[in-house]
């Protein structure tokens, strides 16, 4: 629930603390040139990143993405480090404050974090239904993943305190359908391996990661970007 949980505005920026959460877990400060995250977006290669395949990304080809299950736009980063400019959906209003004020700081500088923290944008929508038929070339979405026991005994301490804060997205299967419906290519859907297609719903391919997969619903095929 919400009230166990606080925003602190710090001199680094806003940071979010558990105030009812076990011992031992540290406020969840966002910043986009810190940790695994931003060391990928700076150091990865096309050709180790299945999200990225899985979006259509190359080279030469930058499609326009939504994500639009933003979370701590971990995957977003990803996205723009490649170069597509990534527009960003998120529901909670705590992770929207958190995600604005990464933005706003990524952006400060000029090294490669601010440049793609200038290409990520988050929306006042607030759901992919709010969102025009065919308004971007690929919607990405990766909502909570289902529970599993094996799975939650492994959460690590700070996706605990996010999964308590955001809740288990029990509506996820109702995003497929206004996602493909924004997207005038493909919808790409990350999934545990455990889990079933999103709305139960086939997808036409899958690219498989060692932790998880992802399925990939082709409208039409990328010629006519
Ligand atoms: C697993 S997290 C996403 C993690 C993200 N891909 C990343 O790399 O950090 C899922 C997020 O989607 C948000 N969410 C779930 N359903 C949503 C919906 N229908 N509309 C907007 N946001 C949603 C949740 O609040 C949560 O923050």
Known sequence: MSSEFELQQTADGVQLVWTAGPKGIKPLHLDFRAGKSGYRAVNSSLKSESLIKALGITGKRKPSVLDATAGLARDALMVAAFGSSVDLIERHPMVRILLQDALERGRNGTDKIADCCRRMQLLEVEHVKQVSSEQYDVVYLDPMYPKSGKQRAQVKKDMQMFQQLVGGDEDANDLIAPALDAA????????????????????????????HRFDVYIKQGFEQL
């Open 184 to 211: 005038k290519f493909r919808v790409v859907v990350k999934r545990p391996d455990h889990a079933d297609f999103l709305g139960q719903r086939e997808p036409n391919t899958q690219i498989k990661s060692k932790k």
